[in-house]
């Protein structure tokens, strides 16, 4: 039996309109339990191939071709309805503006309690009390007054673990990280990846979408890179990081050494780059 938690087979995104193609001919597999790394430069796809798997494009701007399957359904066939039992449950998203994933204007925990409520069958109170637990699992400190603040008062290290905390609530067997340190600073961008850490130790899977090698190189187990759209290179994170093949791959390793996205645990893999 295939140990792989999510397949996407042959994926091509076109634009509706006009029938230009975002991604063509993506092909990965993630093994339950595994992280794996999707690198590029901006418009390379990375977040077409994410929102994909979500089922978040709008079907009426983008034709998509292809297979994902997760627990041998085809996302692309499923509806709204079908999707929504999948997303968040199963599969959940943290995006790179965590400001952008939570109301302005409802309390941190009235949006936790909100989304526990809608995937399980539990009280106000049983909810509120899951959101405290969680919240202290992130070592955050004051989840009382976390639970009572509004979102624009939170930093944006502490709203990603705040999404993190919500993926480990619904139990997601797959989490989808997207550009998730990019705004952050040195500090902030360590915790996350330490968390990110211990919820793969945990046996949850995990896709990383960045443009930073160095995210990829203390946590990865596999790296795809994707250029224009396309799968330039695949592989081992070692065999990635260690003997890259593709000059693309090789260009985005020594732009990553040049801009310092890298730190200590990482300088191993980019002093032979």
Do not use: W
Request: a positive charge.
């Amino acid at each position: 039996m295939s140990s792989n938690l999510l397949e996407v087979k042959d994926l091509v995104i076109k634009v509706h309109d006009n029938n230009d193609i975002i991604v063509k001919d993506i092909n990965f597999e993630v093994e339950k339990s595994k992280v794996l790394g999707i690198i590029g430069e901006s418009g390379s796809g990375k977040t077409m191939i994410c929102k994909s798997i979500m089922g978040l494009l709008d079907t009426k701007k983008f034709n998509i071709e292809g297979d994902i399957r997760y627990k041998h359904n085809n996302i692309i066939d499923l509806n709204e309805r079908n999707m929504e039992k999948i997303r968040g449950q199963d599969i959940s998203l943290i995006m790179q503006n965590p400001m952008t994933a939570f109301d302005p204007m409802t309390k941190i925990g009235t949006q936790i309690i909100e989304s526990l409520r809608a995937h399980y069958s539990i009280s106000r109170k049983e909810a509120y009390q899951k959101g405290i637990s969680v919240l202290k699992k992130m070592n955050l400190g004051r989840e009382e007054k976390i639970m009572n603040s509004y979102s624009n008062t939170l930093s944006g290290g502490m709203l990603q673990r705040i999404m993190i905390a919500i993926a480990i609530m619904l139990k997601s067997k797959i989490i989808i990280a997207d550009e998730i340190t990019t705004a952050l600073d040195a500090s902030n961008k360590y915790m996350i990846i330490e968390e990110l850490k211990k919820l793969r130790n945990s046996g949850i899977t995990i896709v990383i979408i960045t443009h930073d090698f160095g995210v990829l190189s203390s946590i990865a187990d596999n790296i795809i890179v994707l250029n224009k759209g396309e799968i330039v290179e695949s592989g081992s994170a070692k065999d990635i990081f260690y003997n890259p093949k593709e000059k693309y791959t090789q260009e985005l390793l020594y732009a990553s050494k040049l801009n310092g996205e890298y730190n200590g645990q990482s300088q191993k893999y980019f002093q032979t780059v």
